[in-house]
């Protein structure tokens, strides 16, 4: 029997995706991520399965090359690279993988939340630089959280997390979402307040919102001056809801404090970006579900969600599930 076709955008560990033994054909791409490579895109026509990174674009392009295509399963909660829109007129179910990251980014985003907080980048280089001379008591002074209030945007698996996380710091927790969002009004003692009460009044802002068109560039030069000068913008999500333009104006001019950044835009951000010169910018390379346990669960689930398009049955995590009711 042969078995459906399916384009595996870039090489995984083999044991992550040890499910596809046997049920699947696989063309693997090539192991520097970025899109699909032309090798790939060769068996566009015949392929049923697609399992994509992140960075790999599906456009409408492409899928209306993939008459046989019945599946795109995406190895990631975000799936702002895949155009589901034209994904569920071709009647193709797009599958994300909710859930088995949500501890990661939250461990990471509070990492950044103290990192930022307390100077660390900077200690660390002086102390490895041979300026740590005695112990000042007023040298490397940075943020109390106990006490200090983090605003969170988007308060979905990822949002609580972060959330609980910082109550148990001692911070009070304030929260903003979209305006027809079903989230509670009250969230274990958090506050939903607008997005411009959050601005206003949060020491730390989290994004943890998705990137849709209503989101990007949410936080721009507007907004960005409605912060407190004493604050920090923490962006574990996605790049493009931040105006890179408009933050390194914020932290040159003193709009705000500091910025934790696991997201850019562009991503990667360029090694000669001014940004990384800031002594308040801490940049990560969009690492906040790496660990060993969150990437493998992502990558099971994604072959799950790919096995069960291809038989014909519904998806484990499906982002367009109005494709069933066609
Ligand atoms: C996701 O899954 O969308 C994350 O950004 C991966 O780290």
């Not at 392009?61 to 007129?89: H, I, K, Q, W, Y």
């Not at 280089?125 to 740590?132: K, N, Q, V, Y």
């Not at 949002?159 to 305006?179: D, L, N, T």
Request: charged share 15%; net charge neutral; hydrophobic share 45%.
């Amino acid at each position: 029997m042969a078995f459906p076709l399916v384009l595996l955008s870039h090489p995984l560990p083999p044991e992550w995706i040890a499910r596809l033994q046997g049920h699947a054909r696989l063309v693997v791409g090539p192991a520097q991520p970025g899109g699909f490579a032309p090798h790939l895109l060769e068996h566009i026509g015949q392929a049923e399965g697609i399992f994509c990174l992140l960075t790999d674009p599906v456009t409408e392009e492409l899928v209306a090359c993939a008459p046989r295509l019945r599946v795109v399963s995406n190895m990631a909660v975000g799936f702002d690279n895949v155009d589901v829109a034209a994904c569920t007129r071709y009647g193709i179910p797009v599958g994300n993988t909710p859930g088995v990251l949500t501890e990661a980014v939250a461990d990471l985003t509070m990492l950044l939340l103290l990192a930022t907080a307390r100077g660390l980048p900077k200690a660390a280089m002086d102390a490895r630089d041979g300026l740590w001379t005695t112990w000042s008591p007023t040298g490397w002074l940075g943020m109390d959280t106990a006490g200090a209030t983090l605003g969170i945007v988007g308060l979905g698996k990822i949002g609580r997390a972060v959330a609980q996380r910082a109550q148990a710091f001692g911070m009070q927790v304030i929260y903003s979402e979209k305006e027809n969002s079903l989230s509670p009004q009250i969230f274990s003692g958090a506050r939903r307040v607008s997005f411009d009460e959050l601005l206003a009044t949060a020491d730390f802002v989290s994004l943890h919102c998705p990137l849709t068109a209503s989101t990007r560039g949410l936080m721009n030069e507007f907004t960005l001056k409605k912060m407190k000068k004493s604050a920090v913008l923490l962006n574990t999500a996605r790049g493009p809801i931040v105006e890179t333009a408009a933050l390194l104006r914020a932290l040159r001019e003193g709009w705000i404090f500091a910025a934790g950044l696991d997201v850019t835009d562009p991503e990667p951000l360029p090694p000669a970006h001014p940004l990384y010169d800031l002594p308040t910018c801490i940049i990560l390379p969009h690492i906040g579900s790496a660990t060993f346990g969150a990437r493998r669960r992502m990558a099971e689930l994604a072959c799950e969600n790919l096995l069960a398009g291809l038989a014909g049955r519904p998806l484990l995590n499906c982002v367009n599930p109005q494709v069933y009711n066609r």
